[in-house]
């Protein structure tokens, strides 16, 4: 009609799609406060109203997923019946024969770990890492988009997190985005592996690389291996015959001493090098 404009861009909203399509054509739920995607609502409430997940309150519940069949719980269910196959229940009202199903496991019988080999060509994990078969392959993450590539995705532009192409097919303006990078102020692309020590000792966050890595710092990348002496943060290469290395080269030499001088034969060996496999 004539003295109208109708605006292309918007759509009027009655009542009862406030808050659901706003500026949208499609009728999707949408954040009554953006235009992100919304799934967060009041149960109780008459109010079509639904939010994203910065805009919810912190009453709101996710209304789009499933929840645990239990009376009141507003939990999002995980566990279930393996012969049935649909997850009922969450954590807190698990059976004693309920399985996580929601998670992927190995498809070796009885086994509850979370699967990470496969077919390269298929790129589906379905077997553990003490399970995994000869010709099975890591195939968590992403592929490379090479074509016919069955290769892991590591290498992306600096400026995303997502990887593109692998080590043989990346160009030279992509880097690593898969490794975290060393967090000095200037910039730095070299990979983090130093960092303080958590509480209690715990292994922390590898923050700098070897250039830049400040007092105090320790190399998080072999903290699992390091001496096992108290206070001592050297890497661990002395150990018993073929189990883990345990100490360092100062301390297990200082134990192979005191073992010696009390006339028993020595049992620390550096477990870190490879042996001769004559038999």
């Not at 009885?110 to 077997?127: F, I, T, V």
């Not at 967090?183 to 730095?188: D, I, S, T």
Request: aromatic share 8%; proline share 4%.
């Amino acid at each position: 009609r004539r003295g109208k404009k109708h605006h292309s861009n918007s759509l009027s909203l009655s009542k009862k799609t406030k808050g659901i399509a706003r500026g949208h054509y499609n009728i999707s739920w949408v954040c009554k406060n953006c235009t992100n995607k919304a799934i967060y609502g009041s149960k109780t409430s008459s109010s079509p109203d639904r939010y994203c997940s910065l805009h919810r309150h912190a009453s709101h519940i996710n209304l789009r997923s499933a929840r645990c069949e239990v009376k009141g719980c507003l939990r999002q269910p995980v566990y279930g019946n393996v012969s049935l196959g649909v997850y009922t229940r969450c954590s807190e009202h698990k059976l004693a024969s309920h399985v996580n199903l929601r998670t992927r496991r190995c498809e070796f019988p009885s086994c509850q770990r979370n699967p990470a080999y496969g077919n390269r060509s298929e790129w589906l994990p379905r077997r553990c890492r003490q399970h995994r078969m000869e010709m099975d392959a890591l195939c968590s993450g992403r592929r490379c988009k090479e074509k016919g590539c069955c290769k892991r995705a590591i290498y992306g532009h600096l400026n995303s997190s997502r990887p593109i192409f692998c080590s043989a097919h990346r160009t030279p303006d992509l880097f690593d985005v898969i490794t975290k990078r060393c967090a000095f102020p200037g910039g730095c692309l070299k990979q983090a592996i130093f960092g303080f020590l958590g509480r209690d000792g715990k292994q922390g966050k590898k923050e700098r690389c070897g250039s830049h890595k400040l007092h105090g710092m320790l190399n998080l990348a072999v903290f699992r291996r390091i001496c096992t002496v108290e206070g001592c943060h050297l890497r661990a290469s002395f150990g018993r015959g073929s189990g883990p290395a345990l100490f360092c080269s100062n301390h297990g030499r200082s134990y192979m001493m005191y073992v010696h001088n009390e006339s028993e034969s020595c049992d620390l060996f550096n477990v870190m090098k490879k042996r001769c496999q004559h038999p």
